[in-house]
């Protein structure tokens, strides 16, 4: 479930689907959106890729999870020293600046795919 924030504790229904995907690490993956909690900028049902080893593009998703275990996904904006800058996909678009110290990972978007993609394996 997803907070007021925007922030998740954990995914729901991990499972067996996968959709395929041209990767560059082979070690990318996908979450479904299954609100409308990020819409317009990403619609319910939509897969969305992530890449641990793809470096952060400016104005591009990036899934953020933090140390307390919360999780989201914002736009990238910069990285100055130990501050990473986002913008929040909801609540208006408003600034997050977190602290390296708060992150335990930022992943790099890759891509989106439609959900008629999803495929059961």
Known sequence: MVDEEGFWRELEDVGNAYVEWRTRHGDEYAIEIKSDRFHPEIR???LVIFSPRKELAFNEYAL??????RST?????RQDGNLYTFT???SGGRRVSLETSQIEH????AGTAPASDKQHA
């Open 106 to 109: 930022v992943h790099a978007y």
């Open 44 to 46: 319910r049902g939509a």
């Open 64 to 69: 953020v999870q933090l140390r307390d275990g």
């Open 88 to 90: 929040a996909l909801q």
């Open 73 to 77: 996904i914002l736009e990238f904006l």
